[in-house]
Every structure is written in C-alpha cells, then in structure tokens.
C-alpha cells in the first residue's frame, strides 16, 4: 500500500514569506494529522483532522500557520508569514479513525529552513 | 500541560547488550501508550502500543514495553541489540482528548 506523501521534501524560505506544504494520506484514512518536529525535540500536533472537518488545532499558532482539508483528502498546511522559529520539519501523518487504537503512518516530512 | 519525558537523551551500547529506555508521562487519567522508532533516512514507524489489558506489550523486532500505572511510566526494553537498532525512539501518549504528546526522543547507537 503507498504510504503517506508529502510535498516539498526541502524548502528554503527568508523570514516574512510564505510557504505552503501538501500531504496526501493514505487512501481510505479519515484522520490527518500535521505536527512541527523542531530539531532535538518531539514531534508536536499542531492539527487533526477528521474527514474534512477539524477535531483539534489547540496547538497551531492561528496567527500565522493556517491548513485545510478539502474534500477530506488531500491536506495543505500554510505559514504566512514565516519566522525564524518556524524552522522544523513539518511531518503529515495518518490513520483509518480518530479512535486511540487507529495507528498513524507518518509521511517522511518537509524540512523547512527560515533565513 | 500534558508532558511526556524521556530520560536518556543519547545512549551508546554495545551489540548484544541490554535496552531500557525510560518513560514516564504527567497526564493521570486513561492514556494510550506508544513507542515510535525513526531509523535513519526513514519515516516514523510504530514500534509497539499499549490500549488495555496486559501490561507487558510486545512489539516488532523483540521489542517489549510494560507500562506501571502507579509510577506513570512505560518503559521501552530489548534483552539484547544489534547495530540495526541504531536509531532514534520517541515515546507518546494518547489521552482521551485525542491529543498527541510525544517525549523529546533518545538516540540509540549500537556498536558493532
């Protein structure tokens, strides 16, 4: 089964600009989840998504990062603008259901570089 | 806030030697437990989770992990390693609000 992808693999960006990332599940998992891994520490959630509707955000800086999921696919996760701070790796992840059983794939991750 | 730590940051070991790695998390109500492995050039991936039930979770690759209730803890071991194991392991904890909290990760590098 393809796993989860995400788009770009790399991106380097100066402070103040904007950056859009794309996940694409696996086909047939309702949840998506996007999570910030700064270097040397956990991942983080920042999103979760059920179908196209949003179960949690309580951790996404709602001043600057924004993301959908339209059509409860495909999911874009947007910084605008961007900060130093925002240097990470963006991971997408994944799973059939929300319930706490449903194991998430996690996609291999965009790293994004603020100058 | 919820927390999850991990207590060995980096550990080195030599082939054939026993793992433990520690765990331990804040949140006192029903948790969900897991432990995630990232080889090196490679996604995430589940190495064992715990839901209910026995205590004492076996994983892929030998891997087992007990989680003590009282003590808040869900400690990841292996009795013997090898250089495959050379990896990076993040603890989570899954709450009954659904939120995800991982542990800040510790890096394994076994030696031949």
């Known amino acids: 089964e393809a796993g989860v992808a995400q788009s770009p693999r790399y991106k380097i960006i100066e402070k103040r600009q904007s950056v859009a990332f794309w996940c694409n599940p696996i086909s047939g998992h309702a949840t998506l989840y996007w999570y910030q891994q700064i270097l040397g520490q956990g991942p983080k959630l920042l999103i979760q998504f059920q179908n196209n509707g949003v179960v949690d955000d309580s951790q996404l800086p709602k001043d600057r990062f924004s993301a959908e999921r339209l059509k409860g696919v495909d999911s874009t996760l947007k910084i605008q603008p961007a900060k130093l701070e925002d240097s990470a790796v963006y991971l997408c992840?994944?799973?059939?259901?929300?319930?706490?059983?449903?194991?998430?794939?996690f996609g291999p991750g965009t790293r994004l570089t603020v100058t | 806030a919820q927390s999850v730590s991990q207590h060995n940051h980096h550990v080195i070991l030599s082939e054939a030697a026993s793992l433990e790695l520690g765990c331990n998390y804040s949140?006192?109500?029903?948790?969900?437990l897991f432990w995630y492995v990232q080889y090196p050039g490679q996604h995430l991936q589940l190495l064992l989770k715990y839901f209910s039930g026995d205590p004492l979770v076996k994983g892929i690759k030998g891997f087992e992990a007990e989680f003590i209730k009282s003590k808040f803890s869900f400690n990841l071991r292996k009795p013997s390693v090898q250089w495959s194991d050379t990896a990076e392991y993040f603890c989570?904890?899954?709450?009954?609000?659904?939120?995800?909290?991982f542990g800040t990760g510790t890096s394994l590098t076994v030696i031949p």
């Open positions: 992840a994944s799973s059939l259901s929300w319930a706490g059983s449903s194991e998430q794939y």
């Open positions: 989570a904890v899954r709450h009954t609000g659904n939120q995800f909290y």
């Open positions: 949140y006192g109500g029903t948790v969900n």
